[in-house]
């Protein structure tokens, strides 16, 4: 079967710096998409993988390794707004998304 | 603004109530989604409906039905719901164009709770 796993809860302290890792076993690969969500509010698109390595944008890092099927969030600079869940999802051979259950990312000040 | 607006947010029904959630998108899409999220889970494909077309999860009960009357309005109908059922409806959209991103903007979503 086809899987994705991220921890399921993470802490973190404003102002640091915090990795949120991803592993999947899928059928295939097209791509890899990183999400956040605030409570209450709707999933918004961080970054899309579909090469190997590191992707910047801004404080907000994406990296993907797809021999090792494993890709990583890198958050600098963590501000409270930063507290949220963050949803990894591999598209597979049937362009097809497959979604991980998320992380909810606590900032403490 | 996230161009896809969902109605209502909030919805508390009855097992043998009928009621229907609404999508609208405004951004040019030619694809929109239903998805089920449930807490602590990944997110479930209810249908999708691209270029037209619907294609559905085959594991979605009879009790949810789907309505797509154009490309930017999408519905899903429900219909003697599960106390099971009570979860985050999330409404998508997104262009479809062969093997680009293809990302997708979700609405806010509906938040059902069935008694």
């Known amino acids: 079967g086809q899987n994705i796993d991220q921890p399921t809860e993470m802490t973190a302290t404003e102002g640091a710096i915090v990795q949120i890792n991803c592993t999947y076993q899928t059928s295939g690969f097209n791509g890899l998409f990183w999400y956040q969500q605030h409570a209450g509010e709707a999933p918004t698109f961080l970054s899309y993988?579909?090469l190997d390595g590191l992707e910047e944008k801004g404080r907000f890092s994406s990296f993907l390794s797809r021999s090792k099927g494993y890709s990583y969030l890198l958050l600098k600079e963590l501000q409270m707004k930063d507290s949220a869940s963050y949803l990894c999802a591999v598209r597979d051979s049937n362009y097809q998304l497959i979604w991980g259950a998320g992380t909810k990312l606590i900032i403490k000040p | 603004e996230t161009g896809v607006t969902q109605t209502p947010r909030h919805l508390v029904m009855g097992m043998t109530n009928k009621k229907s959630l609404k999508c609208e998108q405004h951004?040019?899409?030619?694809?929109m989604y239903w998805y089920k999220q449930s807490a602590k889970k990944p997110l479930e494909l209810m249908f999708v409906?691209?270029?037209?077309?619907?294609?559905e999860n085959n594991s979605v009960p009879s009790r949810f039905s789907p309505e797509c009357p154009n490309s930017s309005h999408l519905f899903l109908h429900l219909h003697t719901l599960q106390p099971e059922d009570s979860a985050l409806y999330l409404c998508?959209?997104?262009?479809?164009?062969?093997?680009?991103?293809?990302?997708?903007?979700f609405g806010a979503g509906s938040r059902l709770t069935v008694l």
């Open positions: 998508a959209s997104s262009r479809q164009e062969g093997t680009g991103a293809n990302v997708l903007t």
């Open positions: 993988n579909v």
């Open positions: 409906y691209s270029l037209e077309e619907r294609v």
């Open positions: 951004l040019g899409h030619n694809a």
